[in-house]
């Protein structure tokens, strides 16, 4: 069964200090995984896209990482900020005969305090 | 270029009524999804546009009807409303390896 998991459920950290979060799928056939903020009461919006043969991939504070084999990838968030108080979700897409698939995981709710 | 535009932002009905969502993407995308966001449950599937003219249903479909108008729409009908379909409402369209763009949201109560 595809899937997507993602850990932790939610987090609070200090502003100012790192943290990671943490994303499993069993997609298979697996095209591509994409991490994505959604601010309270908006869409989500991409932050960035891991295909399979890329490793790591920043997007100014965000470093996202993949790991093909073991099906894991992580969001890096360094010298958080008030900001980026949000939900996190990783989406892993398939590739197959109906034009692509996508998988949701449920979120991580990160919380920055001052 | 506005992206994935949906209407109504905001719906009170009461139980029993119908009502359709709709949205229209202008980036000439295949696929289009409909989700439901309730809290601590992440994104549901609902129903989804694989391309103009075919539907399926994803995880959570009972209580819905989708319809495919054209490329552009793809339209969210509750016939019988009931409480538990209180929820947020995205719709999102696709194009394989590029990323998925969504709508703003609709906030739906059934009272």
């Known amino acids: 069964k595809n899937q997507v998991e993602q850990s932790p459920q939610s987090l609070i950290i200090l502003e100012g200090k790192n943290c990671t979060l943490q994303?499993?799928?069993?997609?298979?056939?697996?095209?591509?995984l994409r991490w994505y903020k959604q601010d309270t009461g908006r869409g989500p919006v991409s932050l960035t896209i891991?295909?399979?043969?890329?490793n790591t991939k920043s997007n100014g504070r965000y470093t996202a990482t993949l790991d093909a084999d073991t099906k894991q990838s992580s969001l890096h968030i360094t010298a958080s900020q008030l900001s980026d108080s949000a939900s996190y979700i990783c989406?892993?897409?398939?590739?197959?005969?109906?034009?692509?698939?996508?998988?949701f995981g449920r979120g991580t709710q990160l919380t920055v305090w001052p | 270029n506005a992206g994935v535009t949906q209407t109504p932002k905001f719906q009170v009905l009461k139980t029993g009524q119908s009502m359709t969502l709709q949205c229209a993407q202008d980036m000439n995308h295949n696929s289009m999804y409909w989700y439901r966001q309730d809290p601590g449950m992440g994104l549901r599937l609902i129903y989804y546009?694989?391309?103009?003219?075919?539907?399926d249903k994803g995880e959570v479909p009972n209580g819905y009807n989708v319809s495919r108008l054209n490329k552009r729409e793809f339209s969210l009908r509750l016939e019988s409303a009931a409480p538990s379909q209180t929820s947020v409402y995205f719709c999102?369209?696709?194009?394989?390896?590029?990323?998925?763009?969504f709508g703003q949201g609709t906030r739906l109560t059934v009272v």
């Open positions: 994303c499993n799928y069993t997609v298979s056939p697996f095209s591509n």
């Open positions: 989406v892993v897409s398939s590739q197959g005969s109906t034009l692509g698939r996508l998988y």
């Open positions: 891991m295909t399979f043969s890329e």
């Open positions: 546009s694989a391309s103009e003219g075919t539907t």
């Open positions: 999102a369209s696709y194009r394989q390896g590029t990323e998925a763009f």
